[in-house]
């Protein structure tokens, strides 16, 4: 499939209903605006939270003068600050993701759901950054919170063309150290790595206070194995070729598949952040729909 | 072990097809590009040594599958006595039924044909099931009704059950060897030839034969013969029935001779032989009074014919158990004059010494008085005048001493033989030889022989041969092999010419000519047509010269030949007594009457047909290509059959080839209805009661199973014990089935998803 122009990778029904919906930060986000979301960092803003007793270097300007008036003790009012976040969308740009078993390729849909996604937080003002990976970032579009950045992103997401095999472990850790802000991680890949230094990657961001999202990007050939007769299979990422008579080993590998997103999903609930099983056969907008209000339902 | 078909096995190389096919698959594969390869390896690694040994099972399964196709086509089989573990094997068979004459010879209840049919019923019905048979109907001639082996036997009971009996003779070789012929080209592992005869010693004459081709087949073909006949003591028979004159006119008693033959062992007294013209109650009746065993006697009846025409005549003698030789029919054509012109060469000055004198007293032998009623007319001219004699309005023109004649006369008398005229020719002492020898031996064919030289002197009485004694072989003179008819041999001859026979190259077969420009009438009631002209050349239309009598000394004295439609008697000495006293000797008339009947009916020859001889007759013009109805004697009924009037050598004729049954035929074309009748007759050796000889059943008995058979015997038992050897065809092709389903349910259960 060839790589679309840049405004293509916006699906108009996607964004429609995924507006309404909103991505929310489900958890305490770090950032910059008052905002729809919660900021860890207290002071003095409109939403009251709580009093404390007033120490040496404290504002007196934050005082709370009535209590002062009717106790003659110096508290402080604390109030909790409203944010903007920032999502920092990692987009797995290895070989593995060329594929498709119709026109439509893993990558293709991984980069209209990253611009969606996009599109959704910078239209709530919040801050997205953009970092396309395969065994090491390889492109990277820093934080912004201007809706006009959109179109730098989906330059970006357009001109991207994957090269190498996968190391998502590694990359995931640089990420962790590299985020000095709270945010939120939204991972788009097939995961098709080592599960363990994968989650252990996972499992470092989360350390790091940051919430992560997984996406796991599969065709539904990859997920149903619906060849017949003998079939060589030519390995995306290098790998030796196998001919085989698919059908006699579907339950096998079946199972295989079924195993591998098991631990994932598992590993990703360990770590508590969401793990979404994406099937390319299913539309963008019915995707996001579900997950925003599954989102808005845990929240 | 051996097999049916060997070539087949040449199929075992069919086994390479699967391996083929499995290594060309191998080669024709879907390709995908993947990207979730490790799912797939780890699959793969805990899938392959299942799948491999999958694809080896399903490989040896289609090879040995092939395999034993291959070996079920090639038929193994083994000879052995084994048990029917696997059923008797098929039987390929010829079934050979006697229909000859001797075969309806009836022991009261049955005939010896219907045993013989129930008994090849029987051996139908001893074959086990897809057995195929074919079967042939034996006589002197093999009539292969179902001429390869058929598995449907119902079709075969079926046409033991129609085959009717004919009176042909029996002769039994062709019929083996043409079922060995059969048998030798099939592939089958049991093949028999079943002979179901009567054993009448008149079939096996070519018994040698006979036995050394079942020899050579023995080791693969086993032939039984089955013996259906009853011991048999008694049989009287009508051996030959012959009109006695040379003519048969109308009106005048006519005499027969019936022989009656005894084939029993016993002498026969009082045997009543009737004859009987056209299906009327007998005319003449005559009484045997004793007629030893093996004897023939020759009985004389007279009968008159009252029209002209075809008349059938019958002889009968009492019915015994062989019916069938029981009536003898023949059939005569009537006529009511015949002319005759006598063509003098040397008239003389007297009457007496006219050259023939004696042959017109000898054609007209009665009283003054009843010259004019007499049949026969003749009418007298010179050498000279000759040419001027119209000679269609003759029957038979006879030279008496001519010296020669013009061209045009010879034109004439060629025409007239073509039509269907007749000549007789004698020489005498001023014929000119070189003109006969040239102009009518050698150019045109129409004399049997040349003369040559002058053999005796004419006035040396003492000095004379005279003609041969006994083995009188041509009909005009077989009469004189009854010594009761009078001696030939009497005449004593002087003077004659040396007779040199012409060669006879054989018919040439000319261009059919059509016969609206040939315009060449048959003889008999359409009378003569009056013209003739043909572009045939001489020769062609000429018979072959035959020898009728010879001299003591076995040089010939009389000869013929059929020339045209005619026939021409040629004779080596004078008409009258210049150079012999054969005119003045009582068998001068019967002579000359029976060589006038001859050259004047040629064409009534072919009235009388041997049983299974075609019946031809020329018909005129206007009947050609028009249908001729036939009835066959002893079919009742309105049943006929069908025959169109067909050129035949350049003329229109009525040809009938179906003459299995002795009597009296009748035919009949176009309209107004051109009738005929004719006889086929039997051969009378049929009649014999002569068995195979303990020695001779003993000869066969070394090259095949002699079987006697009688009512209530099964044929099963009999045929059974003999039967040997194992076919495997039918349990290697379960196999294949087994293994085939086999193979269809492993190849689903292999590859249902796993």
């Known amino acids: 499939m060839p790589e679309p122009e840049p405004t293509t990778l916006l699906d108009p029904q996607a964004i429609s209903r995924a507006e309404a919906l909103g991505?929310?930060?489900?958890?305490?986000?770090?950032?910059?605006?008052?905002?729809?979301?919660?900021?860890?960092?207290?002071?003095?803003?409109?939403?009251?939270?709580?009093?404390?007793?007033?120490?040496?270097?404290?504002?007196?300007?934050?005082?709370?003068?009535?209590?002062?008036?009717?106790?003659?003790?110096?508290?402080?009012?604390?109030?909790?600050?409203?944010?903007?976040?920032?999502?920092?969308?990692?987009?797995?740009?290895?070989?593995?993701?060329?594929?498709?078993?119709?026109?439509?390729?893993?990558?293709h849909y991984a980069k209209v759901l990253a611009a969606c996604l996009a599109y959704l937080i910078l239209h709530q003002r919040d801050a997205a950054a953009l970092a396309l990976f395969d065994t090491t970032v390889r492109d990277y579009a820093p934080r912004s919170d201007n809706l006009a950045s959109i179109h730098h992103l989906m330059a970006k997401l357009a001109a991207f063309e994957p090269r190498e095999q996968t190391q998502i472990g590694a990359v995931l850790h640089d990420m962790a150290r590299q985020l000095r802000r709270k945010g939120i991680v939204i991972i788009i890949s097939d995961l098709f790595d080592d599960e363990q230094t994968v989650l252990e990657g996972i499992q470092h961001l989360r350390f790091g206070g940051n919430e992560v999202?997984?996406?796991?990007?599969?065709?539904?050939?990859?997920?149903?194995?619906?060849?017949?007769?003998?079939?060589?299979?030519?390995?995306?990422?290098?790998?030796?070729?196998?001919?085989?008579?698919?059908?006699?080993?579907?339950?096998?590998?079946?199972?295989?598949?079924?195993?591998?997103?098991?631990?994932?999903?598992?590993?990703?609930e360990r770590n508590q952040c969401h793990y979404v099983m994406v099937n390319t056969a299913q539309p963008w907008h019915e995707l996001l729909s579900a997950y925003l209000a599954f989102r808005l339902r845990t929240q | 072990m051996s097999f049916l078909n060997p070539i087949l096995l040449g199929g075992l190389a069919a086994i390479a097809v699967p391996i083929i096919i499995h290594l060309l698959h191998r080669r024709r594969f879907q390709k995908v590009v993947w990207a979730a390869m490790r799912f797939i390896q780890a699959s793969v690694e805990k899938n392959q040594k299942r799948m491999r040994l999958e694809d080896m099972i399903l490989l040896a399964l289609r090879c040995l599958l092939l395999a034993l196709l291959a070996l079920a086509l090639a038929r193994p089989a083994i000879l052995s006595e084994a048990t029917d573990v696997f059923g008797q094997s098929k039987v390929t068979a010829v079934i050979i039924l006697d229909q000859s004459r001797s075969m309806g010879m009836s022991d009261g209840t049955a005939t010896r044909f219907d045993k013989a049919r129930q008994a090849a019923e029987q051996a139908l019905d001893s074959m086990p099931s897809g057995s195929a048979a074919a079967v042939f109907l034996a006589s002197d001639l093999v009539q292969a009704i179902i001429p390869e082996p058929t598995y449907d036997l119902n079709l075969a009971r079926k046409v033991l059950r129609e085959a009717a009996l004919t009176d042909r003779a029996t002769d039994l070789f062709p019929a083996l060897q043409k079922a060995l012929d059969t048998l030798q080209g099939r592939l089958a592992l049991r093949r028999e030839i079943y002979l179901i005869t009567d054993g009448q010693a008149a079939g096996w004459r070519q018994l040698t034969e006979i036995q050394r081709a079942l020899e050579r087949a023995r080791t693969e073909i086993k032939t039984h013969i089955i013996l259906v006949n009853e011991h048999e003591e008694k049989n009287l028979g009508l051996s030959d029935l012959r009109l006695a004159g040379g003519l048969s006119p109308v009106g005048q008693s006519l005499r027969f001779e019936a022989r009656v033959t005894n084939y029993g062992k016993e002498e026969v007294r009082n045997v009543r032989v009737g004859l009987s013209v056209d299906n009327d109650p007998p005319s003449d009746e005559f009484t045997l009074d004793?007629?030893?065993?093996?004897?023939?006697?020759?009985?004389?009846?007279?009968?008159?014919?009252?029209?002209?025409?075809?008349?059938?005549?019958?002889?009968?003698?009492?019915?015994?158990?062989?019916?069938?030789?029981?009536?003898?029919?023949?059939?005569?054509?009537?006529?009511?004059?015949?002319?005759?012109?006598?063509?003098?060469?040397?008239?003389?000055?007297?009457?007496?010494?006219?050259?023939?004198?004696?042959?017109?007293?000898?054609?007209?032998?009665?009283?003054?008085?009843?010259?004019?009623?007499?049949?026969?007319?003749?009418?007298?001219?010179?050498?000279?005048?000759?040419?001027?004699?119209?000679?269609?309005?003759?029957?038979a023109v006879i030279l008496a001493n001519v010296p020669d004649f013009n061209d045009s006369t010879v034109r004439n008398l060629e025409n007239y033989l073509r039509r269907g005229g007749g000549l007789m020719v004698f020489p005498g002492a001023r014929v000119n030889t070189g003109f006969y020898n040239e102009r009518l031996a050698k150019r045109l064919a129409i004399l049997p022989a040349e003369w040559g030289e002058h053999r005796g002197q004419p006035d040396r009485d003492d000095q004379f041969v005279t003609l041969q004694e006994k083995d009188y072989e041509h009909p005009i003179v077989s009469l004189w092999n009854d010594p009761g008819a009078g001696r030939l041999a009497s005449a004593r001859f002087f003077t004659?010419?040396?007779?040199?026979?012409?060669?006879?190259?054989?018919?040439?077969?000319?261009?059919?000519?059509?016969?609206?420009?040939?315009?060449?009438?048959?003889?008999?009631?359409?009378?003569?047509?009056?013209?003739?002209?043909?572009?045939?050349?001489?020769?062609?239309?000429?018979?072959?010269?035959?020898?009728?009598?010879?001299?003591?000394?076995?040089?010939?004295?009389?000869?013929?030949?059929?020339?045209?439609?005619?026939?021409?008697?040629?004779?080596?000495?004078?008409?009258?007594?210049?150079?012999?006293?054969?005119?003045?000797?009582?068998?001068?008339?019967?002579?000359?009457?029976?060589?006038?009947?001859?050259?004047?009916?040629?064409?009534?020859?072919?009235?009388?047909?041997?049983?299974?001889?075609?019946?031809?007759?020329?018909?005129?013009?206007?009947?050609?290509?028009?249908?001729?109805?036939?009835?066959?004697?002893?079919?009742?009924?309105?049943?006929?059959?069908?025959?169109?009037?067909?050129?035949?050598?350049?003329?229109?004729?009525?040809?009938?080839?179906?003459?299995?049954?002795?009597?009296?035929?009748?035919?009949?074309?176009?309209?107004?209805?051109?009738?005929?009748?004719?006889?086929?007759?039997?051969?009378?050796?049929?009649?014999?009661?002569?068995?195979?000889?303990?020695?001779?059943?003993?000869?066969?008995?070394?090259?095949?199973?002699?079987?006697?058979?009688?009512?209530?015997?099964?044929?099963?038992?009999?045929?059974?014990?003999?039967?040997?050897?194992?076919?495997?065809?039918?349990?290697?092709?379960?196999?294949?089935?087994?293994?085939?389903?086999?193979?269809?349910?492993?190849?689903?259960?292999?590859?249902?998803?796993?």
């Open chain 2, 290 to 395: 004793s007629l030893p065993a093996g004897a023939s006697k020759t009985v004389t009846l007279f009968a008159k014919l009252r029209t002209e025409g075809f008349h059938s005549l019958t002889a009968r003698i009492p019915e015994d158990r062989l019916a069938a030789d029981d009536t003898r029919g023949l059939v005569v054509r009537a006529i009511r004059e015949v002319k005759v012109l006598l063509v003098d060469g040397e008239p003389g000055t007297e009457m007496r010494e006219s050259e023939v004198f004696f042959l017109k007293n000898a054609l007209v032998p009665v009283s003054a008085d009843h010259v004019a009623d007499y049949f026969i007319k003749p009418s007298v001219v010179t050498g000279v005048e000759l040419a001027q004699a119209r000679l269609d309005d003759f029957d």
């Open chain 2, 496 to 754: 004659r010419l040396q007779m040199k026979p012409l060669p006879w190259t054989g018919p040439t077969p000319g261009p059919a000519t059509s016969p609206g420009k040939t315009d060449l009438p048959a003889q008999g009631s359409s009378g003569r047509g009056s013209s003739a002209g043909t572009g045939r050349t001489a020769g062609q239309e000429a018979g072959p010269p035959q020898i009728i009598a010879k001299y003591n000394d076995g040089s010939p004295a009389m000869m013929e030949r059929a020339w045209g439609l005619g026939r021409v008697v040629q004779f080596s000495s004078t008409a009258d007594t210049a150079w012999n006293d054969l005119p003045v000797r009582l068998a001068f008339v019967p002579l000359i009457h029976r060589a006038l009947g001859s050259v004047v009916a040629r064409q009534d020859e072919g009235l009388n047909v041997r049983v299974g001889e075609p019946f031809t007759r020329r018909v005129p013009n206007d009947y050609l290509d028009q249908d001729a109805t036939f009835h066959k004697p002893r079919r009742t009924g309105v049943t006929r059959d069908l025959e169109r009037v067909e050129l035949i050598e350049g003329w229109p004729t009525l040809k009938f080839d179906d003459t299995d049954q002795a009597g009296v035929y009748d035919a009949a074309v176009g309209d107004p209805p051109f009738k005929a009748k004719f006889a086929a007759q039997a051969e009378p050796a049929e009649s014999s009661l002569d068995e195979l000889s303990a020695a001779q059943l003993g000869t066969l008995r070394e090259v095949a199973s002699v079987l006697t058979w009688a009512p209530g015997l099964s044929l099963r038992g009999l045929v059974e014990k003999g039967r040997t050897g194992v076919e495997f065809w039918l349990p290697i092709l379960v196999l294949c089935l087994i293994l085939a389903g086999l193979e269809t349910f492993l190849g689903q259960w292999f590859s249902r998803a796993k």
């Open chain 1, 213 to 268: 999202i997984v996406f796991q990007v599969m065709d539904p050939y990859e997920l149903e194995f619906p060849f017949n007769g003998l079939v060589e299979f030519d390995g995306l990422e290098q790998l030796p070729k196998i001919l085989t008579r698919p059908a006699e080993i579907r339950k096998t590998y079946l199972a295989e598949v079924e195993a591998f997103r098991r631990r994932l999903r598992e590993g990703c």
């Open chain 1, 23 to 107: 991505l929310n930060a489900r958890y305490i986000v770090e950032g910059y605006m008052a905002g729809e979301h919660k900021s860890p960092y207290r002071g003095f803003a409109v939403e009251f939270a709580q009093h404390r007793e007033y120490t040496h270097g404290d504002d007196p300007r934050h005082l709370d003068w009535k209590v002062l008036g009717r106790t003659d003790r110096y508290y402080i009012k604390q109030y909790e600050q409203e944010t903007n976040y920032v999502a920092h969308l990692l987009l797995d740009g290895s070989e593995s993701m060329k594929y498709g078993s119709g026109k439509l390729t893993k990558l």
